[in-house]
């Protein structure tokens, strides 16, 4: 069974640059998530999908960065423009979300886009 | 106050000895799982075990055990016959379905296996 795949797996850009990542979750996996993972610490969580639906979006900074889930598959994360803190790894997961608050749903990751802003 | 607290910034273990690796947590949620992920320099998060709350033994996926500890909430994960390919970041995460319902991370403990 394929993983979660990402691309790119790195990034360079100059600040005030657009950038965008690109996740394919497991198959038939519902829940979409996006982390960012900035040096030395755990990931953080920016927007996690339930199919289609973006259902928790609150640390996602939305001046900047927008994301989507059409036709509830793949997704796309964008930043316009990026900035120098925005340098990070940027992670996707995704999870078969069996509904009913199961706290056993189990998130697979990719293996992240390491995004270097100059 | 930090939900996932891993207090071991960096670890050392000769090959073949067993290791084990903090982890405390803060809940009021009676409803929570717990989970350990590898993460070597490749970067990918590696799901290795999971721990839930009501579960009434500890968690053991081969060489991985969980030493859950439910009144002292911590979480401790034990690799047994250390490998030189387990020198890799390790993260502790809770999640709690009832309340914010997403995966939080501790700050990760670095474990260096050396021959």
């Known amino acids: 069974e394929a993983g979660v795949v990402q691309s790119p797996r790195y990034k360079i850009i100059e600040k005030k640059q657009p950038v965008a990542f690109w996740c394919n979750p497991i198959?038939?996996?519902?829940?979409l998530y996006w982390y960012r993972q900035n040096l030395g610490q755990g990931p953080e969580l920016l927007i996690r999908?339930?199919?289609?639906?973006?259902?928790?979006d609150s640390q996602l900074p939305k001046d900047r960065f927008s994301a989507e889930r059409l036709k509830g598959v793949d997704s796309t994360l964008k930043i316009q423009p990026a900035e120098l803190g925005d340098s990070a790894v940027y992670l996707c997961a995704s999870s078969l979300d069996r509904g009913q608050g199961a706290s056993t749903d189990t998130q697979y990751f990719g293996p992240g886009t390491r995004l270097t802003v100059l | 106050a930090q939900k996932i607290t891993q207090t071991q910034p960096g670890m050392f273990v000769q090959e073949k000895e067993a290791v084990t690796l903090d982890c405390t947590y803060d809940t009021s949620d009676p409803s929570y799982g717990l989970f350990w992920y590898k993460q070597p320099s490749s970067g990918e998060m590696i799901f290795l075990i999971y721990?839930?709350?009501?579960?009434?033994q500890n968690a053991t996926e081969g060489r991985y055990s969980l030493n859950f500890q439910k009144a002292r909430k911590s979480a401790n994960l034990v690799i047994s016959a250390s490998q030189l390919g387990d020198s890799a970041m390790y993260f502790c995460?809770?999640?709690?379905?009832?309340?914010?319902?997403?995966?939080?991370f501790g700050t990760g403990t670095r474990l260096q296996v050396f021959p």
């Open positions: 995460a809770m999640r709690e379905p009832h309340n914010t319902d997403k995966l939080i």
């Open positions: 721990q839930g709350s009501y579960d009434q």
């Open positions: 999908y339930e199919n289609e639906e973006a259902v928790d």
């Open positions: 198959s038939g996996h519902n829940t």
